[in-house]
């Protein structure tokens, strides 16, 4: 009964949660979805002096991509983001979305970041989260790649492998992370009126007996949740919120605004600096929208004529958002399938609704790309560049040829080299994954973009 009243009190809590991002969400959704709403607040962060790991972050080279620079008679420059610790250019989002929480008192000291998330945020937020004396807690839906929930735990964070259902379920992996950052400060807030109690020297019984029964629950609740997944798979160090008197926080990069602020006040400006301001155009595939929304204003916050465009891989509504305003029908909107509601290589970009931060972007329009054109496009670089990137980096690098195509020779185009190819050994680099999904690369220069 009273484990049930404790599930029955998280669900609620994550419920109301739920609805109030929804509705913050709906009214500043703004008629045209990717113009700018008001520009969030900068933060004392902007330029901060950092130290030790996380000074290491950032200050990426910007690299000429010789093959496509000279192939196109434009200088196309890759920012090479895969040069970051965390492997990423998550490592800049891990950063912001953890000293703002620190700043604005919302994540203490020690607490835990909590984040539903199998990718390269997760490993960045793991990688970073101790340097700021914070635990790391990562949900993550148990169908993704087995080597992602290694790495993160190696990076000594705790990782819960759940069944993988809709985003409008409960138990989908990012609402679990939510609701155990929730899960995490009621124990604190919990632990803090006993401590608070004992030394007042009054009777401390009760507040006590509370705690413990709250401890109680919340092992039950984890060890009997459903979404906990069926694969058996061990959670070494599984996340126990039980023992964690600092309370969580919930990492939420898709709707953190800290997101788009680390691009705007990071890598923006950075860009800005390496070229000496003498840029067209800037194309970057978006997944949170952080990078495409942080860049792109920065960039014609600083000159407007600079071109800022999306590239869309396929499955992805956002270029048909940016193209036509509208994204795809109803029945693709994402949280309508259990999945992803199409198939493609790609991982880290592409979706079907319109974020928070994706919304902030700057954009003079969008361009697509295939598979095929980013498994090539991989290949080409690695061959003749010795460039050896992941598939959002690839998919970039598609549209930084279309760009420089249409704009003529002459131009300088700027894109995000996000990750490196070994973080995607078993399915963009594996002959037998690719030739299974028909997509053995047979290039042998750029035309597999002349179609
Ligand atoms: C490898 C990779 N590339 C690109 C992106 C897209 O960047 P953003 O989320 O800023 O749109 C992501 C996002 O998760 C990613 O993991």
Redesign the pocket.
């Known amino acids: 009964m009273a484990a049930a009243t404790a599930a029955g009190a998280a669900a609620a809590a994550a419920a109301v949660s739920l609805i109030a991002c929804y509705i913050i969400f709906r009214s500043s959704t703004p008629k045209v979805p990717w113009a700018r709403t008001a520009r969030p607040s900068r933060t004392s962060g902007r330029r901060t002096r950092r130290r030790g790991l996380v000074e290491a972050i950032g200050n990426t080279p910007l690299i000429r991509i010789n093959s496509l620079s000279d192939a196109t008679g434009c200088e196309i420059l890759g920012k090479a983001e895969f040069l970051n610790p965390g492997g990423?250019?998550?490592d800049r989002?891990a950063v912001k979305i953890i000293e703002e929480a620190l700043e604005s008192g919302d994540l203490s000291y020690g607490g835990t970041v909590t984040e539903g998330?199998a990718?390269?945020?997760a490993i960045s937020l793991a990688t970073v989260a101790p340097a700021y004396g914070c635990r790391c807690h990562v949900v993550i839906p148990d169908d993704a790649a087995i080597e992602k929930s290694q790495i993160i735990e190696a990076l000594g964070a705790t990782v819960e492998r759940v069944r993988p259902v809709s985003i409008t379920h409960r138990d989908h992996f990012v609402n679990i992370a939510r609701r155990r950052a929730l899960e995490a400060n009621k124990l604190a807030a919990a632990q803090r009126e006993s401590n608070e109690t004992q030394t007042n020297g009054l009777a401390h019984v009760n507040s006590r007996d509370k705690l413990e029964t709250m401890q109680r629950e919340s092992k039950k609740t984890q060890n009997n949740d459903p979404a906990h997944g069926s694969t058996g798979m061990p959670h070494r160090g599984k996340y126990d919120p039980s023992s964690d008197s600092k309370g969580g926080f919930f990492a939420d990069?898709f709707e953190n605004m800290a997101?788009y602020r680390a691009?705007y006040e990071w890598t923006g400006p950075e860009i800005w600096e390496q070229t000496k301001g003498s840029l067209h155009a800037f194309i970057?595939?978006?997944?949170?929208?952080?990078?495409?929304a942080g860049v792109s204003c920065y960039l014609k916050e600083k000159n407007r004529n600079i071109k800022c465009f999306l590239m869309d891989p396929p499955g992805s509504g956002l270029f048909n958002k940016v193209t036509r305003g509208v994204m795809y029908t109803k029945e693709e909107a994402e949280g309508k399938r259990l999945k992803n509601p199409f198939d493609t290589i790609t991982?880290?970009?592409g979706i079907n609704r319109v974020t928070r931060?994706?919304m902030m972007a700057e954009l003079d329009g969008a361009y697509r790309g295939t598979d095929r054109e980013a498994v090539e496009m991989s290949r080409f670089l690695l061959k003749n560049d010795g460039l050896f990137v992941?598939?959002?980096?690839a998919m970039n690098c598609v549209g930084a040829v279309r760009v420089a195509r249409d704009l003529g020779p002459g131009h300088t185009i700027v894109t995000?080299l996000?990750?490196s190819g070994m973080?995607h050994l078993s399915k963009f680099f594996n002959d037998q994954y690719l030739a299974d999904h028909g997509l053995t690369p047979t290039a042998t220069g750029l035309e597999f973009l002349d179609k």
């Open positions: 990423s250019v998550k989002v998330s990718g390269s945020t990069q997101n691009h970057a595939a978006a997944g949170t929208g952080g990078t495409i991982e880290g970009i931060n994706f992941g598939s959002s980096s995000i996000c990750d973080r």
